[in-house]
């Protein structure tokens, strides 16, 4: 068996990290089976779908690294791959379904639907027990009704029995008869509903392995029914956990940014970002946590999905992102600098060499390559920290002399940088020359040189202040 998946957004919004999730897993096991990876555009919502929203999910994809075997951008033998250009397919099965006596017209009209729920609800009943008043209508007369204009939807006749699968996430699933009506295939206008489409394009689109959301395990059921309506062999289905936020609940823009875009807006390196995302309802083999995902493709094991929620931690991704940065090569990290920092940055107005030596020093200390300004801020700066740590480091004894003797250092030496094994040369003098040790060498120097008394390697945070600048500080 040849393996297929499919990822099927709705372009209504930017691609959501959930999404991406889902995206990632459909790529990384299709990829470890020799399989491929189909890009399905689900836009029947005629009044929210967007072209442009289309073509920002490639993008965003583009940025991640994930790329599509099939799809409207990439067309392939089973297409075409736009639900809205499918339309007529979706009728003619529709129909075919009313002429082999599994479903049928319904001409119940907006009003007569919401009597009947008010009469269902009224005796606590199921609603959809009402709606089966055109079920046995003589197919002739329902063809003279349709002939003749009258308003329509095309209902499934469900046959009313248990339905089972198994998940390769969740296991045996199980519903029972009567937990849903006659329900609606093809709307009114002539555009099919998501249960009915969904299933036409896996069927056709010989999908055989759909990874999706928590909140679809309902709709398996109508799905289900239908392909056997269709005698069709049904995917594997894979209901990946519920993303959800620090209260619990479902993911959503109260908890922060949802959206890829807004991650890429926000310079998260697409590495870390898929890394995290990953471990979002499945684990590593081997128990590890910072990995490049796409090197899972040799060996995905798809036995290790969890079902339980998973808690999207912010603070977490950054802490992903902040491994992922330290572990790029030097000129990849100076070139997600060079692309994240403002134009007015002063890390850009330096040369190569020296923006190299500052990512060097500072890439330990930052999770977001945008913290990078303010946190080589104190080379450019030349105040003073005014606490009270400074204040007393700067009145210990020997503070004084580790003041006159650098200023005098500074002063004499010609050049607007001074090296690490300058600074080095400094510290043992320091301490040799004039008997100054441990913390009232160390801190006393910090502050004589940076105005402040913690922070970075004290050579390379000097090594990388402007001359002028440290003698501001004296």
């Known amino acids: 068996m040849t393996v297929r998946v499919r990822y099927a957004p709705s372009p209504t919004g930017h691609q959501h990290i959930g999404g991406a999730r889902t995206a990632l897993y459909d790529l990384i096991f299709a990829k470890s089976l020799g399989g491929t990876f189909v890009l399905r555009v689900e836009d029947t919502d005629q009044e929210r779908s967007k072209r442009e929203y289309e073509d920002s999910l490639l993008e965003d994809f583009k940025w991640l690294g994930i790329e599509f075997d099939e799809g409207p951008h990439k067309p392939g033998q089973h297409g075409p791959y736009r639900q809205s250009e499918r339309l007529e397919l979706y009728k003619e099965l529709a129909w075919k379904l009313v002429e082999e006596g599994k479903a049928y017209p319904c001409f119940l009209t907006s009003e007569e639907l919401e009597k009947l729920t008010a009469d269902a609800e009224a005796e606590k009943k199921a609603p959809h027990t009402y709606h089966g008043k055109y079920r046995d209508l003589d ?78 395990l309902n709709n398996s059921l109508r799905q289900l029914l239908l392909y056997e309506a269709f005698e069709a062999k049904p995917p594997v289905f894979a209901h990946l956990s519920m993303l959800v936020g620090e209260d619990r609940k479902k993911l959503s823009k ?46 995905f094991d798809s036995t290790r999905f969890n079902k339980s929620p998973a808690l999207y931690d912010i603070q977490k991704l950054k802490f992903f992102n902040e491994q992922h940065l330290r572990a790029l090569p030097e000129d990849k990290l100076l070139e997600h600098a060079l692309e994240a920092l403002p134009a007015e940055s002063k890390f850009r107005a330096q040369d190569s060499d020296w923006q190299n030596k500052c990512l060097g020093v500072f890439k330990e200390k930052i999770q977001l390559i945008t913290e990078l300004d303010e946190m080589t801020s104190v080379l450019f700066s030349e105040g003073t920290s005014d606490s009270d740590e400074y204040k007393e480091a700067m009145g210990w004894e020997t503070t004084p002399q580790i003041k006159d003797y650098l200023k005098g250092e500074l002063e004499s030496f010609d050049g607007d940088f001074v090296s690490e094994e300058k600074v080095g040369e400094w510290m043992t003098y320091l301490k040799k020359e004039l008997k100054i040790k441990g913390k009232p060498l160390f801190m006393g120097a910090r502050a004589c040189l940076t105005g402040q008394v913690h922070g970075p390697d004290l050579k390379g945070i000097v090594a990388l202040t402007p001359k002028k600048i440290l003698l501001s500080r004296f």
């Open 254 to 299: 109260r908890h922060g940014a949802t959206s890829v875009r807004q991650y890429k807006d926000q310079h998260y390196l697409p590495a870390a970002l898929l890394n995290y995302l990953c471990l979002l309802g499945w684990s590593h083999p081997e128990e590890t946590d910072i990995f490049d995902v796409f090197e899972l493709e040799k060996s």
């Open 139 to 216: 197919p002739a007369e329902a063809k003279a009704k349709v002939d003749a204009g009258d308003e329509y939807v095309i209902r499934f006749k469900n046959p009313q029995k248990e339905v089972s699968f198994t998940d390769m996430v969740r296991g045996e699933v199980k519903f029972f008869p009567d937990m849903v009506g006659d329900f609606v295939v093809l709307r009114a206008n002539g555009y099919p509903v998501y249960n009915f489409c969904c299933v036409v394009d896996d069927w056709k689109m010989e999908i055989t392995h759909a990874f999706r959301s928590e909140e679809h």
